[in-house]
């Protein structure tokens, strides 16, 4: 990480903060937070755009007692705008909708009157069109979507990986004008593969990843794909999925240079499927290394990778990379939970007969390659100082 991005959380956040750490004991069962963490005195009103949707859902449910930051404005599209919350969206998870959310009102998504930091989780097309007007007024937009990631002044983030990139948010026109700016993280398949390569990557680089995908059904969003077609089936194809997910990875573990990113020189090959799973994307894994490993060594990569320890950033699991020993593990229904579904969990390590060796890794699609990557964005953010009043950041430039 540079010099400049490394966090001072006790600087940042000295004289906002107090104990109220009990509060936080009453969390429901997958919620992210516990007695470890600080709540801020105030905490950063944060607006939700696509409110309704899997992954809007899925902030409501993650941000509920987070420390930081607090809902204070919820937007979806003309069909829910005006309603309550909870009759405009149809509640898909297994925690109960908070009761202050379901009397809240739905906002029309537009900039007048939302917080200046937005949570983002919309449709690609409706993204490309809506992002920037946020960001044209002031707000940061921490974005789910694919419209902006291979944008060259977009930051594509997840902290453990390359934090380092967020320097590109100075790139962008809105940052010296309004203060506003767009931080997305990838897509949810991209995350869990980009999360076990950095640490082989960064030890002996990596030629050649080849990955084969089972993507769960919330993956496709509500109601997403139709009973009928996924019930006793694999379905071999996912629109756009494999060039996203090949463009994105080597974005990722690429190396800013400069103002921008150069994307990192390895081949990769990615195939799609939609298989009958609820939650949890499961991947298998090829990869040719630039340098010899042992299986001990791969391991040791895996285990002692922990970028931001010490740094106290509530979403972030302790064990970002963890290893299943059993044989027949990771599987989602038992493993995608693991680290508060932040977690990346990886087994079957074994020589690979075609490259050098190989895995299947596993992460939580809505949780850690959604909603969950955002908040985490978000509190990095948070601790770098770019989540101050826009207004304030745009009369500094
Ligand atoms: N699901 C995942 O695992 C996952 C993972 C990573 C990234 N993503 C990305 O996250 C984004 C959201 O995915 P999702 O699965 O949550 O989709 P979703 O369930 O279909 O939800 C879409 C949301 O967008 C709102 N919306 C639709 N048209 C709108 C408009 N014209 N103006 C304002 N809001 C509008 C919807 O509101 P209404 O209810 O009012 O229609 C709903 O709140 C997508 O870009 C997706 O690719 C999803």
């Known amino acids: 990480m540079r010099s400049d991005l490394r966090i001072d959380h006790a600087a940042r956040l000295r004289g906002r903060i107090s104990p109220l750490h009990k509060h936080f004991a009453r969390s429901e069962p997958i919620l992210l937070y516990t007695e470890r963490f600080t709540t801020m005195q105030k905490k950063y009103p944060i607006g939700i755009l696509g409110a309704t ?3 809007g859902q899925r902030f409501i449910q993650l941000l509920e007692h987070h420390p930081w930051f607090e809902v204070t404005w919820l937007a979806a599209s003309d069909r829910s705008s005006g309603k309550p919350y909870g009759e405009a969206a149809k509640w898909r998870l297994d925690t109960p909708l908070p009761e202050r959310i379901a009397r809240m009102t739905v906002s029309p998504a537009d900039p007048d009157g939302a917080p200046k930091i937005i949570f ?12 920037p007007r946020f960001a044209e007024a002031g707000c940061a937009v921490v974005s789910n979507s694919s419209a902006y990631r291979m944008a060259p002044s977009v930051p594509l983030v997840i902290p453990e990986i390359n934090a380092e990139h967020l320097h590109l948010i100075e790139e962008q026109p809105t940052r010296k004008t309004t203060g506003g700016y767009m931080v997305t993280n990838p897509n949810c398949s991209t995350i869990g593969l980009v999360m076990a390569l950095k640490p082989i990557e960064e030890r002996f680089g990596i030629e050649q990843i080849l990955v084969t995908t089972m ?13 009928m077609d996924i019930l006793g089936n694999v379905i071999p194809y996912i629109g756009s999925e494999e060039e996203k997910m090949e463009a994105e990875t080597l974005k990722l573990l690429g190396r800013l240079e400069g103002h921008a990113v150069t994307p990192l ?4 090959s990615a195939h799609c499927n939609r298989v009958a799973v609820e939650d949890g994307h499961t991947e298998s894994v090829s990869i040719k290394l630039a340098r010899p490993a042992t299986h001990d060594e791969i391991l040791a990569a895996w285990a002692e990778f922990k970028p931001l320890a010490g740094q ?4 972030a699991p302790e064990q970002p990379v963890e290893w299943a020993p059993q044989s027949d593990r990771p599987q989602p229904r038992l493993d995608r939970n693991r680290g508060r ?19 299947t890794v596993l992460s939580h699609n809505t949780i850690r390659g959604a909603a969950g990557a955002a908040i985490l964005n978000a509190e990095l953010l948070a601790s770098l100082g770019k989540l101050e009043p826009a207004a304030e950041t745009a009369s500094r430039a």
């Open 215 to 227: 993507q769960a059904i919330s993956g496709a969003g509500y109601p997403g794909v139709p009973s």
């Open 341 to 359: 579904g932040m977690g990346v969990t990886v087994g079957r390590l074994r020589p690979c007969n075609v490259l050098d060796w190989k895995f």
């Open 53 to 55: 949707g899997m992954v």
């Open 265 to 268: 020189k390895a081949r990769i």
């Open 120 to 131: 983002a989780a919309l449709d690609a097309g409706i993204a490309r069109e809506m992002e």
């Open 312 to 315: 106290a950033l509530p979403t």
